[in-house]
């Protein structure tokens, strides 16, 4: 057994405990390479059989378009149920403000949209693609990470996890967010796409694209991007190493078309994988603060 098969054969153990564990649980779907993988890995813990949850997206209305194109044709294939919560309507019905500005995105909106969707669907146990090298806050989070009755994360109160034991029991109105890749790399991820031939969203590969150039980072210019005549469009080779919102998520410099090419670059890159992300840049301890709040 090499090791990947080690970290799918505790990723497909994972997500059976969860199955066993709880009542009604869901998978966090966000059309990324991570949560592709982690379909891939449910397809192998349960075929021939139906999934024991639904995907769960949350539309923040600016998503790249061929992100929600795949997103649509996979489920189409697999035969799943998905369930999509709307940013859109959270605004529309005053729970959150649109944020306004040149840098103005809806990605720290959809926390409340994921909260009121996961409180409306009932799901004890919401299975995310988050990986503890991606970030700090995230190194430091279980594999069983319990939510408070507000959908809160406080890191001062986490459960031991011993070897692989898991304890999913929850008091009313908790949830519990399960992450079975946390062990792996972005490197480990891509291997494991290469070798089981996992079809991804086009903007992963190398591409052209018009780009605008915002605080360093070059972001795709669209129609969810505020404008001014500071922007200036320059078609660009790029591909994006992960993806979000569109408002937040900027792309790197690449001419890979190629996953043996691709994997070659980013593990010569000196840049972190969410290095491309804006979001993180918000603060130093960006993501704590979201997940304290209920982000994903």
């Not at 972005?186 to 992963?204: F, G, H, M, Q, T």
Request: proline share 3%; with cysteine; net charge negative.
């Amino acid at each position: 057994m090499d090791y990947l098969d080690q970290l799918e054969a505790e990723a497909i153990a994972i997500l059976r405990e969860v199955a066993g564990q709880f009542e009604k649980p869901a998978l966090l779907f966000s059309g990324g390479k991570d949560s592709i993988t982690l379909v891939k890995l449910a397809e192998k813990a349960f075929r021939p059989g139906k999934f024991p949850f639904p995907l769960v997206h949350i539309d923040t209305g600016h998503n790249f378009p061929e992100t929600i194109e795949f997103r649509d044709k996979l489920i189409a294939d697999l035969g799943e149920k998905l369930v999509v919560g709307y940013v859109q309507d959270s605004i529309d019905q005053g729970k959150v403000i649109e944020q306004t500005g040149k840098n103005a995105s809806r990605n720290q909106l959809q926390t409340v949209t994921l909260l009121d969707t996961i409180a409306a669907g009932g799901y004890d146990a919401c299975i995310g693609g988050a990986r503890r090298d991606e970030e700090k806050a995230r190194a430091k989070e279980r594999i069983f990470s319990v939510r408070d009755e507000f959908g809160q994360w406080d890191s001062k109160r986490q459960r031991p996890e011993l070897w692989n034991t898991y304890n999913g029991k929850i008091h009313k109105g908790e949830n519990v967010r399960v992450f079975p890749i946390s062990n792996w790399t972005e490197l480990d991820v891509w291997n494991y796409i290469k070798r089981e031939n996992i079809a991804l969203p086009s903007v992963y590969f190398s591409h052209e694209r018009d780009c605008i150039l915002r605080n360093g980072q070059w972001m795709a210019a669209s129609e969810y991007m505020n404008m001014d005549d500071e922007d200036i469009v320059v078609r660009k080779q790029v591909r994006f190493r992960t993806v979000g919102d569109m408002t937040c998520t900027a792309a790197v410099e690449s001419e890979k078309t190629d996953i043996d090419d691709i994997i070659q670059e980013i593990a010569q890159s000196k840049i972190s994988e969410r290095g491309a992300r804006m979001d993180d840049k918000v603060s130093e301890a960006a993501m704590e603060e979201r997940k304290k709040g209920g982000y994903f």
